[in-house]
């Protein structure tokens, strides 16, 4: 969307609420939410930043929280967290697209609302507050933002990933494995999307999922999947 003709603090006030952090330099921000579309300076360089703060800050909460896991559960549980369609589902919970600066061609085409660049932004904005104040000022943004996700998991469910566990459940009531089909895909090779399906055959159930990625898209549609999949078979139960 277009900058609103107000003073960045102002035009910023209510993101910054929803961040808990108030900025001493909204410029930073304004960089943070800028597009390369938009010109320079962008965002890319904070991003670069903003996902090494993520990563870290992600990896310690859930080393915290669980003790008990392994690195590799603890690794898969961070690759759900940090990946695209989270950062996007939580950009959209901050309204993160009402602030971006983007260029006309990705205004006309829908990017303020695009997960590869609200994924982006959201990571520069760590980067910012790091900029702006400290690290430890940009890990309790993340904490913030995080801590419910995480308190949520349940690491029986969710040490593996969603494609892993669908294809165990599959096989644990001997059903045929899931095919997956790519619907659409659109984008430059730097900033792709894709629509993917995955189809549970003699179940007669489909569904889609959509990411900056096939496998992130694949992942959604695995997700979806594993709660239809878990309707039909307590509905299976009922009916003996």
Request: negative net charge; contains cysteine; aromatic residues 8%.
């Amino acid at each position: 969307m277009e900058p609103m003709a107000t003073s960045s603090e102002s035009r910023f006030r209510r993101l910054s609420e929803a961040l808990d952090y108030a900025f001493k330099q909204p410029t930073l921000l304004r960089q943070a939410l800028t597009h390369r579309s938009f010109g320079t300076p962008n965002n890319e360089r904070f991003e670069f930043v903003g996902d090494s703060i993520l990563n870290y800050t992600v990896a310690r909460m859930l080393y915290d929280q669980f003790p008990a896991l392994s690195e590799g559960e603890l690794s898969r549980l961070r690759a759900n967290l940090v990946n695209q369609t989270t950062l996007a589902e939580i950009a959209h919970e901050l309204k993160l697209g009402d602030y971006l600066y983007l260029g006309e061609g990705e205004l006309k085409s829908g990017g303020f609302n695009r997960p590869s660049i609200l994924a982006d932004a959201l990571e520069a904005t760590f980067a910012a507050v790091s900029f702006d104040a400290d690290f430890s000022a940009a890990e309790g943004v993340v904490r913030g933002l995080y801590v419910g996700r995480i308190r949520a998991i349940d690491p029986t469910k969710h040490a593996k990933d969603a494609k892993t566990r669908l294809q165990e459940a599959l096989q644990a009531h001997k059903l045929p494995l899931p095919k997956y089909r790519i619907l659409e895909q659109n984008g430059e090779a730097h900033e792709q999307w894709f629509r993917v399906s995955c189809d549970l055959g003699e179940l007669a159930i489909e569904t889609a999922g959509e990411g900056g990625s096939r496998r992130a898209a694949e992942q959604q549609a695995a997700e979806v999947a594993l709660e239809l999949l878990a309707q039909h078979i307590a509905r299976g139960k009922k009916s003996r």
